[in-house]
């Protein structure tokens, strides 16, 4: 998350074989705070990237706990 700037474009962080969702989520709080009135986000995914994996993505950006952070999520999917 070290490397977030204003682009707003970063890669779930891997945490042995699984995603980190709690990092991510965390990366999202940072982002949170420079858009505090933004509210959509959109999710995108390689089409590798298994359909589990793009819903813990979006459950991970909507809030942190009872936070709310980015509720309207929208999914984008790459092509190769």
Known sequence: CAGIDS???FTVPKKG?????P???ECVVRVKEQ???????????????EYEHVVA???SVR???KEPLFLDVMIAVGVR
């Open 63 to 65: 809030n942190r706990g």
């Open 57 to 59: 993505a979006m459950d």
């Open 17 to 21: 074989r699984d995603y980190d969702w």
């Open 35 to 49: 858009y505090r009135n933004e509210h959509t986000v959109t999710v995108s995914a390689d089409p590798q990237v």
């Open 23 to 25: 990092a991510l989520t």
């Open 7 to 9: 682009s707003r474009d």
